[in-house]
T-cell receptor, first 113, second 118 residues
Framework: LAKTTQPISMDSYEGQEVNITCSHN???????ITWYQQFPSQGPRFIIQ???TKVTNEVASLFIPADRKSSTLSLPRVSLSDTAVYYC??????????????FGAGTRLTVKP | GAVVSQHPSRVICKSGTSVKIECRSL??????MFWYRQFPKQSLMLMAT?????????EQGVEKDKFLINHASLTLSTLTVTSAHPEDSSFYIC??????????????FGSGTRLTVV
């Protein structure tokens, strides 16, 4: 069974804020939530990681409610270059558990001019 | 930050031959590496998990005799596709983590290898 559920695809326009939500109802106490971005023919690239509440870095914000059963990746003012597939992974960073490294389907974001 | 180098970036081989893909951790010791395969428009599919000095653990449905994984050192893991056939054509990606990395930044991925079997 997939540990995470995301929308298959989303469309947006340049300059808009994009929010991608990931459901992870069975998240464990030691699990962190990590988001990756993947462009065609490239390996996934780390975007952001969090455990609870809100995390912000130079490229995105991650919102995690108190029950941690979902998370939302927020991309401010997207540009055409943000067109990519976005994956959320849930797992224990220190556990090296292969169960944590199985990808879901991801969300294909298309940014239009 | 942690860097994983994967080579070659693309390779074309004849059906029946073997191809080796290398995954190196450049600035940390990779105690655990993961190998993935990705078909066009699909997600990454985990093939196997390897720990340094141990035999790899393969996912269900992945032939261990066809996809040979060696993780003999803390900085190098290799995936050898033996007797490759056109259906093995895919994008192969490695991921690594281990001591010296900041695990709070997740696992580091290689840039991938595009294998085409003709």
């Amino acid at each position: 069974l997939a540990k995470t559920t995301q929308p298959i695809s989303m469309d947006s326009y340049e300059g808009q804020e994009v929010n991608i939500t990931c459901s992870h109802n069975n998240i464990a106490t030691n699990d962190y939530i990590t988001w990756y971005q993947q462009f065609p023919s490239q390996g996934p690239r780390f975007i952001i990681q969090g455990y609870k509440t809100k995390v912000t870095n130079e490229v995105a914000s991650l919102f995690i409610p108190a029950d941690r059963k979902s998370s939302t990746l927020s991309l401010p003012r997207v540009s055409l270059s943000d067109t990519a597939v976005y994956y959320c992974l849930v797992g224990d960073p220190g556990g090296y558990n292969n169960n944590d490294m199985r990808f879901g389907a991801g969300t294909r974001l298309t940014v239009k001019p | 930050g942690a860097v994983v180098s994967q080579h070659p970036s693309r390779v074309i081989c004849k059906s029946g031959t073997s191809v080796k893909i290398e995954c190196r951790s450049l600035d940390f010791q990779a105690t655990t590496m993961f190998w993935y395969r990705q078909f066009p428009k699909q997600s990454l599919m985990l093939m196997a998990t390897s720990n340094e000095g141990s035999k790899a653990t393969y996912e269900q449905g992945v032939e261990k005799d066809k996809f040979l994984i060696n993780h003999a050192s803390l900085t190098l893991s290799t995936l050898t596709v033996t007797s490759a056939h056109p259906e093995d054509s895919s994008f192969y990606i490695c991921s690594a983590t281990g001591s010296g990395t900041d695990n709070l930044y997740g696992y580091t991925f290689g840039s991938g290898t595009r294998l085409t079997v003709v």
